[in-house]
């Protein structure tokens, strides 16, 4: 079992920045990648950026050179480091870890924190 939980979130203006963190909890050695995930009011939960267990990185296209995902495996820990931030960037923002393989993956999601940028 993996236990995961956010901080960081907060009401920042546009072009501002903020830097949210997950640590995890319990079984973290079995954690292979780490996420972070957004939902914004009325839409579906999205990909933000993912670290795999090789440390290599991916981001969505609305985010990519603005935000910065980093990872510390020894400790469970993953942050987001969001700059020039936007309205659009307004969202419950959910970490994410996946452990294990096949029949034996379990994903796992943190309770989510609140993100929202003012115009």
């Known amino acids: 079992q993996v236990q995961l939980v956010e901080s960081g979130g907060g009401l920042v203006q546009a072009g501002g920045s903020l830097r949210l963190s997950c640590v995890a909890s319990?079984?973290?050695?079995?954690?292979?990648?780490m996420a972070w995930y957004r939902q914004a009011p009325g839409k579906q939960r999205e990909l933000v950026a993912e670290v795999s267990g090789g440390s290599s990185t991916n981001y969505a296209a609305s985010v990519k050179g603005r935000f910065t995902i980093s990872r510390d495996t020894a400790k469970g820990t993953v942050d987001l480091q969001m700059n020039s931030l936007k309205p659009e960037d307004t969202a419950v923002y959910y970490c994410y870890a996946v452990a294990g393989s096949g029949p034996f993956r379990y994903d796992y999601w943190g309770q989510g924190t609140q993100v929202t940028v003012s115009s």
């Open positions: 319990g079984s973290i050695s079995s954690i292979n990648a």
